[in-house]
């Protein structure tokens, strides 16, 4: 089993949902949706806050659903190459 962890600003959120539902019809998953934070790669306005909100998705999948995960995130930073978007992956046996 894996567990996706995908975290982006919001003006993307719409579109990496509606894939994920049209890619991996029985996806199940936990939007958590407004996330701050310090960005890692620049200040905006001299503030320690990321200049958008930011969401967080968590999904717990399969092999060929984790695949078409990561193919989804690379399709959605390829059409918005700007958006701060992230995907992180982990495999446990326990979850």
């Not at 567990?3 to 959120?13: C, F």
């Not at 306005?45 to 092999?63: C, Q």
């Not at 399709?75 to 700007?82: D, G, L, M, S, V």
């Amino acid at each position: 089993m894996y567990k996706a962890e995908i975290i982006s600003n919001q003006s993307v959120e719409d579109d990496i949902i509606e894939l994920l539902e049209q890619e991996i019809p029985d996806i199940q998953y936990t939007v958590l949706p407004e996330v701050m934070g310090r960005g890692g790669s620049s200040k905006k306005l001299g503030d320690t806050i990321w200049p958008e909100l930011n969401f967080v998705l968590f999904a717990y999948t399969d092999l060929s659903g984790m695949q078409k995960i990561k193919a989804i995130i690379e399709a959605i930073k390829k059409k918005f190459p700007k958006e701060g978007i992230s995907l992180f992956i982990s495999k446990s046996e326990d979850i």
